[in-house]
């Protein structure tokens, strides 16, 4: 009676549980390795993929030998689900790689470029047309944890000026803060600071 119990214990309980947590772990790898592929990180994606699916590979054998328990089948679910949720989290706090602000404005820009450069952040100017005349396009390139802090310098210096924030791939040279570690461990263990 106690070893059928133990039993039902380990198969209901602990092997749903192994499966979950192998699932949030691979999927949030994959996650992961999926962000750094589009990134260009291509040193580190092929590591990431191995233990992706080595795995996937002990979480599936256990299903596949636990095909009558269906909490086996919610536990691999669950684990995909958040093992996504968790992957982007991860890959929020750790914040690779650059953004192009582009700001279009017909106020006085230069508050907001002086406050910019003040931060150390490269900036282009470009006179340009708009649809009620004259403009300047403000052009910055930032590391993607900075992003916030420039959308709240525009929201400050220039609240009624239009900008887009979108991803750059690579980048050559140019003017960039240097306000933290560029490293993919050394961001993802970082303390932050709260608001």
């Not at 119990?5 to 947590?21: G, Q, T």
């Not at 230069?110 to 910019?116: M, T, W």
Request: glycine share 8%.
């Amino acid at each position: 009676m106690l070893l059928n119990a133990a039993f039902d214990y380990w198969s209901w309980v602990v092997i749903p549980l192994l499966i979950f947590f192998a699932r949030l772990i691979d999927v949030s790898l994959a996650t992961m390795r999926h962000i750094l592929v589009g990134k260009g990180m291509k040193h580190i994606v092929p590591f990431l993929g191995f233990f992706e699916v080595l795995i996937w590979l002990l979480a599936i054998t256990q299903v596949m030998q636990n095909l009558t328990n269906v909490v086996c089948y919610i536990a691999w679910a669950a684990g995909f689900s958040t093992g996504t949720y968790l992957g982007m989290v991860i890959e929020e706090k750790i914040a690779l790689g650059y953004q192009m602000v582009r700001i279009i404005t017909n106020q006085q820009s230069e508050e907001l470029i002086e406050e910019l450069k003040r931060h150390g952040h490269g900036v282009t100017v470009v006179p340009a047309q708009g649809a009620m005349g004259p403009v300047k396009m403000v052009f910055t390139v930032v590391k993607r944890k900075d992003v916030n802090a420039v959308i709240k310098q525009i929201r400050e210096f220039n609240p009624q000026s239009f900008f887009s924030v979108e991803d750059i791939r690579n980048t050559s040279a140019g003017v960039f803060s240097n306000n933290g570690s560029a490293s993919v461990i050394g961001n993802l263990f970082s303390i932050r600071k709260g608001k």
